[in-house]
């Protein structure tokens, strides 16, 4: 059964960004033993790598479990070197940098939120 917020009867759905390290997996699964009655879609980053870089996770146990709860493995697309800096070293959010930054960043920053757009409308968001 899935976790449901008493006050809204509606349910948890928890979204768990991962890189490709072996941390990533375990945090994981220790969240997910903690709170088995919430659908966890787990988000690899493809920042960090590919799809199928994600060998750790992907050939994981903890990937199955939570397939079989439910859950969802979504790939946030990998967001170019350059805007990536440029939000973490100005503090900028994505809203931010797109009203201040260049016209080029700004186009190569909307293909990319638009791609994230469609990750989460395919995903029922």
Known sequence: STLRIPATEKKLVV???INRQRDSVE???DFSKSIQSADVYVVRNLYF???HK???FNDSKTR???EDR???VLDLPEIADR???ELYSRRLSIAKCMATSETGTRFILGR???TVHKMFREAGF
């Open 64 to 66: 199955k479990e939570l």
């Open 49 to 51: 790598g590919a799809a």
């Open 27 to 29: 945090l994981l699964r």
């Open 15 to 17: 979204l768990w960004v």
């Open 112 to 114: 990319w939120e638009q």
């Open 54 to 56: 994600f060998e750790l």
């Open 83 to 85: 805007i990536a800096n």
């Open 70 to 72: 439910g859950g969802k």
